[in-house]
């Protein structure tokens, strides 16, 4: 890939990324060294992306994920996550929308890993439920139920 090229994914990742790992990561300074981390490892494995295995999204996603994932492995933090669950909820989107992006993180922190992967597959990548089904080795019912409860979830959180 050119360094054009290059630009244009940090451009239209980098807020992404950033948001996946701010929802993750508590402090300020760890989440921009990943972030960092994350863009060193894509521009020294873009030469080897092949778009016929996954899409850029995809690849960037999983990428950001293992090192987050590897951050906390190094880490080893101590907080426990809340693995409440609720039944069938009406799904409201503009309740992602319209909260202030530092409540919606504190809010996200607070759910359980796979259902914090599913609102930002959902909203940060836009993808649907079919796909991030695919992607998490999961039927699209059980996709289609954690996504409710982690709505849900986010809608407690951010009522308290």
Do not use: C
């Not at 948001?19 to 060193?40: M, N, P």
């Amino acid at each position: 890939m050119q360094t054009v090229d290059l630009d244009q994914i940090y451009t239209e990742y980098s807020g992404k990324v950033m948001g996946y790992i701010r929802a993750r990561v508590h402090s300020s300074a760890d989440a921009e060294d990943l972030h960092s981390e994350v863009f060193e490892k894509i521009l020294r494995k873009i030469e080897g992306f092949d778009p016929s295995k996954a899409s850029l999204n995809t690849w960037i996603f999983t990428i950001t994920r293992n090192t987050v994932i590897d951050h906390f492995r190094r880490t080893k933090p101590t907080e426990e996550l809340d693995e409440n669950l609720s039944d069938n909820i009406e799904l409201d989107e503009d309740l992602l929308n319209s909260e202030a992006l530092g409540e919606l993180a504190a809010a996200l922190r607070k759910l359980p890993q796979q259902l914090m992967d599913i609102i930002v597959l959902r909203y940060y990548d836009g993808k649907p439920l079919t796909e991030i089904a695919e992607l998490m080795n999961l039927s699209y019912g059980a996709v289609k139920l954690r996504h409710q409860n982690a709505v849900l979830m986010l809608r407690q959180a951010l009522t308290e």
